[in-house]
């Protein structure tokens, strides 16, 4: 068997265009909306996902994550539905983790009723939570590990197990780990899609979305996608292709960052949780050590009731409240108020959402900044607290 070349090598290199004419360092930017038809071997059209940009990137993509094919779209959100919608029509089901992104919650609790869908979400993470909840129409599995915002870890293995064991579609939304620290396909899951905003992107300024799967797969997602018409733009394909180049160096240090600052928290007095899978007492420490190469650059924690949280937020310096995460900035928000503002509370209660939970996107500051940041930032919300 080939050995792969290493993952810094691979987001480099993998699936690069070569400048033939002017012989420049990387790879060329191809803008054209419209392409030869006669004489060609394919008939390039941007809607069908094959313009050479995009099919270079989509070589890369597919490397990181191990699959033999992939899909870039506009947002993290066309990759979902159209991975979806793809595999599940009128009179099917699908089984769906308790705890997902809230964009991916509200296309299901808004759409699905339409299309004729039909749907349930677990009551946990365990492979019984799963099993009981499929019925004789089930068609895919999906799941969200580490998951948003509570950082949930579910078992891939037994996933794709359980997944095979009844003939269904696994899928993953791989977008908190990004293929640095979990690569699915390796696990067994079928599907893996990524919000390309958030660690792939890396820099806050790129909208995008991809699917990596196996041809056969592949095939299925754009006989949908080139319906919907839910494909990227060249230039931000070519700038993403760019962004993915430094994906590991950036990941890597958005985990060591993680991890220290997580152990601070959750040692502060001012802090009453912090949700983070590289912490030994987080319930999915143990899975989240045997599936991930790393913990990865997201967090939830909590102050302490008596703390004025929206205080606290005002009074950060470095860290920006911010709607989005993974770019190299260090960022925070209310899940309640962003992400998952669409659910009602009693959903977001039922999530373990709470009104105080922050959703914290640790950047690749200095170590001692952020923490610098966080502790004045606790003066201000009202706690008067010195903690190295």
Not at 82 to 101: C, E, I, N, P, S
Not at 282 to 288: K, N, R
Not at 290 to 300: L, R
């Amino acid at each position: 068997m080939k050995k792969r070349p290493g993952l810094n090598t691979v987001c480099t290199h993998a699936g690069e265009l070569k400048d033939e004419q002017f012989k420049g360092a990387v790879s060329p930017l191809y803008m054209a909306t419209s392409y030869a038809f006669e004489d060609v071997e394919v008939k390039r059209y941007p809607r069908y996902f094959n313009t050479p940009n995009q099919e270079a990137l989509a070589i890369k993509l597919a490397a990181l994550e191990h699959t033999e094919n992939a899909l870039i779209f506009g947002s993290g959100m066309a990759a979902v539905s159209t991975a979806l919608l793809a595999f599940l029509g009128k009179g099917d089901h699908v089984v769906l983790q308790q705890t997902l992104y809230g964009g991916t919650h509200n296309l299901i609790m808004e759409e699905f009723d339409k299309f004729g869908i039909a749907y349930s979400f677990t009551s946990g993470w365990d492979e019984n939570a799963f099993a009981k909840e499929i019925r004789e129409n089930t068609k895919v599995i999906y799941v969200e590990t580490p998951s948003n915002p509570l950082l949930t870890i579910t078992d891939l293995k037994m996933i794709a197990g359980l997944a095979k064991k009844h003939g269904l579609i696994s899928m993953i939304d791989n977008t908190f780990a990004s293929p640095v620290n979990q690569n699915p396909s390796d696990l067994g899951i079928d599907i893996i899609i990524h919000s390309a905003t958030k660690y792939l992107g890396g820099h806050s300024d790129i909208l995008a979305g991809a699917v990596c799967a196996s041809n056969e797969h592949i095939k299925q997602v754009f006989s949908l996608a080139k319906n919907l018409g839910g494909n990227l733009s060249d230039y931000t394909v070519w700038l993403l292709e760019r962004s993915i180049k430094t994906l590991g160096v950036r990941v890597k240090a958005h985990n060591r960052n993680a991890r220290r600052i997580a152990k601070y928290l959750k040692k502060h007095e001012a802090v009453e949780t912090v949700y983070y899978p590289g912490l030994k007492d987080h319930p999915g420490y143990e899975i989240a050590r045997a599936q991930m190469n790393g913990f990865g650059g997201m967090m939830s924690f909590e102050l302490k009731e008596g703390l004025d949280t929206s205080a606290f937020l005002k009074a950060l310096k470095l860290i920006k409240p911010s709607m989005s995460l993974a770019g190299v900035e260090s960022t925070i928000l209310y899940p309640s108020k962003t992400s998952h503002a669409l659910l009602t509370p009693e959903e977001r209660k039922s999530q373990g959402i709470s009104d105080r939970l922050l959703r914290f996107s640790v950047g690749i500051e200095d170590r001692k900044d952020i923490i610098a940041d966080i502790e004045q930032a606790v003066l201000a919300a009202g706690k008067m607290t010195v903690t190295a």
